[in-house]
T-cell receptor
Framework: KAGVTQTPRYLIKTRGQQVTLSCSPISGHRSVSWYQQTPGQGLQFLFE???????NKGNFPGRFSGRQFSNSRSEMNVSTLELGDSALYLCASSLDSPGHYGYTFGSGTRLTVV | GENVEQHPSTLSVQEGDSAVIKCTYSDSASNYFPWYKQELGKRPQLIIDIRSNVGEKKDQRIAVTLNKTAKHFSLHITETQPEDSAVYFCAFILTGGGNKLTFGTGTQLKVEL
């Protein structure tokens, strides 16, 4: 079955702009999480969605937001981009049922803010 | 708050040797502990995981041990091969009521010929 699909793969934006990233989870997976990966900070949790509801949120400013649709696809939005937002943004999905908590990651979206 | 310390940050071994990476977590309620391998330019991939009611799990050359009392868990790779070279991340999760996967800082493993 298809894996986790993230689009676009690469993105270059200018400071002050906003960006929307998309994630399509594995079919049947209802939990979707987003992570920011940078060389200095590792993998930082942004938020987690389940059945269109945000269940968990990491320590990121309000410029970072997300949502999940009824088909479990998720989007994250970053407004008023800053240079420090340049990173690899990873999406991961999980079946999230007893005994099945493993997360599968997408290939990520490489965001560069100039 | 939730935190996980991972050591060492870099590890270099000779092909055929064993490699051990250790993680210590803070939240005693954690009950799921996965390990991810990330090769350069690729996505993190789940390689093994363990639940809190199990002390050890093995899958071919990879094993994970969990000590809930001491709140630490370890990844053991035996008979290392060059293709094992990657960054390894430990993580933990509090299942139920929302899953937040918290990662360690990663270990760069290099297997030398």
């Amino acid at each position: 079955k298809a894996g986790v699909t993230q689009t676009p793969r690469y993105l270059i934006k200018t400071r002050g702009q906003q960006v929307t990233l998309s994630c399509s989870p594995i079919s049947g997976h209802r939990s979707v999480s987003w992570y920011q990966q940078t060389p200095g900070q590792g993998l930082q949790f942004l938020f987690e969605y389940f059945s269109e509801t945000q269940r968990n949120k990491g320590n990121f400013p309000g410029r970072f937001s997300g949502r999940q649709f009824s088909n479990s696809r998720s989007e994250m939005n970053v407004s008023t981009l800053e240079l420090g937002d340049s990173a690899l943004y990873l999406c991961a999905s999980s079946l999230d049922s007893p005994g099945h908590y493993g997360y599968t990651f997408g290939s990520g979206t490489r965001l560069t803010v100039v | 708050g939730e935190n996980v310390e991972q050591h060492p940050s870099t590890l270099s071994v000779q092909e055929g040797d064993s490699a051990v990476i250790k993680c210590t977590y803070s939240d005693s309620a954690s009950n799921y502990f996965p390990w991810y391998k990330q090769e350069l330019g690729k996505r993190p991939q789940l390689i093994i995981d363990i639940r809190s009611n199990v002390g050890e799990k093995k899958d071919q050359r990879i094993a994970v041990t969990l000590n809930k009392t001491a709140k630490h868990f370890s990844l053991h790779i035996t008979e290392t091969q060059p293709e094992d070279s990657a960054v390894y991340f430990c993580a933990f999760i509090l299942t139920g009521g929302g899953n937040k996967l918290t990662f360690g800082t990663g270990t760069q493993l290099k297997v030398e010929l």
